[in-house]
């Protein structure tokens, strides 16, 4: 089958998903049923409690998960940390058995830390399992999949809240976390010899500086770091702008605004399916300026015409699938310019700063909701996919030329 390529990537692709999911089935459900244990004023403490809780851990620790990823096998930090994962689940349902906060928060906070040691040794399985030429498809797929596991493990949570204990819900991640670990055990990859004898700093302001100035190193390297930390602060600014757009302008009911929250996530995931499996063989830059165009040019209509209905969900589909063009072309750039295991460490690079765009654009959401409205939220988004769109056009070496000649016969 196309998708999965063989037997080689069952394991990594399986890990990952069950990875997101049992992430992400934690931490919704912990905002859905740990409210009701608290008073209402405390209640949006606790789910900025949550969110942090499993955002932190990526900046603290990702210069230790690229120093482990750069000086260990990689295959076996992602069996270490799939297995760490049945702990994890122990405490996360103690804690909800408990009707504990602190409980529940810390398990979300050591999940939080699972996945960021997790991280750069997962990406940096791709082309260890499938060769250089297989980075698009690898990258393409995963990413898919890590949209797809975050989109059911929202369902799943949904529905655990209104309808199941924390019997049923230790069941469950008790029983993804195995699968996932047992998944974990099937990865065969032909790896690099680790590095020995890494002082590399595990300081995550000095880790930042010495991968910029190291990057430098690479052509255009820290712009595309930048580029793909500016489609995070995108799309984690688009999901909470879609949460209160849809009711309060929209009137939309919980389900409606559920449903546009579902097409935005798949259509990210399936544009970057598509983008990975059209890519064939070959990483296909022109890909980054035809998914930062389409993504603008949405966006930049949702926030002029301010469409209702359908007409709005069509948008907000397309810009969604557009943005999925735009990520993967650049994730597989790196994997092919950062060669040996220096490739970890920018990996954890990429994730320290990627979550500091995501909490930005949470800065970016209460000053400009506060300002000026809900609506212009769509402004600050069609904004920076301009920028985007300009940055990674110009200043990244052949990708616009890449747009132009992609579209000529035998290209």
């Not at 405390?42 to 482990?68: E, H, N």
């Not at 949209?147 to 991640?173: C, N």
């Not at 990627?354 to 988004?381: M, P």
Request: charged share 10%; hydrophobic share 55%.
């Amino acid at each position: 089958m196309m998708i999965f390529r063989g037997q080689r990537w069952i394991g990594l692709f399986v890990a990952n998903f069950l990875a997101v999911l049992n992430d992400n089935f934690v931490k919704n459900l912990a905002c859905f049923v740990s409210i009701l244990w608290i008073a209402q004023k405390q209640q949006a403490t606790v789910t900025a409690l949550a969110m942090g809780s499993l955002m932190i851990p990526y900046i603290l620790f990702s210069p230790l998960a690229g120093r482990m990823a750069k000086t260990m096998s990689k295959q076996r930090i992602v069996v270490w940390m799939k297995f760490a994962e049945i702990p994890i689940a122990v405490v996360a349902s103690a804690g909800f058995f408990m009707h504990s906060v602190p409980v529940v928060l810390t398990a979300i906070f050591l999940t939080g830390l699972q996945s960021a040691i997790f991280s750069p040794s997962k990406y940096g399985l791709i082309r260890d399992i499938g060769g250089m030429d297989s980075i698009s498809f690898g990258i393409g797929t995963i990413e898919m999949l890590t949209f797809a596991g975050a989109q059911v493990a929202t369902i799943m949570a949904g529905l655990f809240a209104d309808h199941f204990d924390a019997f049923w819900f230790a069941i469950i991640v008790m029983s993804i976390a195995v699968i996932g670990w047992l998944s974990s055990l099937l990865i065969k990859a032909t790896e690099e010899e680790p590095v020995k004898n890494c002082t590399d700093t595990i300081n995550p302001v000095l880790f930042i500086i010495n991968n910029f100035r190291w990057a430098k190193k690479i052509k255009a390297l820290n712009t595309v770091v930048f580029s793909l930390s500016a489609f995070w602060f995108t799309a984690a600014l688009l999901q909470v702008t879609l949460i209160r757009y849809c009711p309060n302008t929209l009137h939309m009911t919980n389900t409606q605004t559920g449903i546009v929250i579902a097409i935005s996530t798949v259509g990210i995931g399936l544009g970057c399916y598509l983008a990975g499996v059209l890519s064939l063989h070959k990483i296909e830059l022109g890909f980054v300026t035809l998914g930062a165009a389409g993504l603008s040019i949405f966006i930049t209509l949702v926030y002029l015409l301010q469409p209702e209905g359908i007409m709005f969900m069509i948008m907000i589909s397309f810009a969604a699938l557009f943005a999925g063009f735009y990520k993967v072309p650049l994730t597989a750039w790196i994997q092919q310019q950062v060669q040996g295991r220096q490739l970890g460490e920018i990996l954890a690079y990429c994730n320290q700063l990627d979550f500091i765009f995501i909490i930005l654009s949470a800065i970016a959401l209460g000053l400009v909701e506060s300002l000026f409205g809900t609506h212009h939220l769509f402004l600050v988004i069609a904004v920076m996919s301009w920028l985007m769109l300009i940055e990674t056009a110009f200043l990244i070496p052949g990708v616009f030329r890449r747009f132009i000649t992609m579209w000529r016969p035998n290209r």
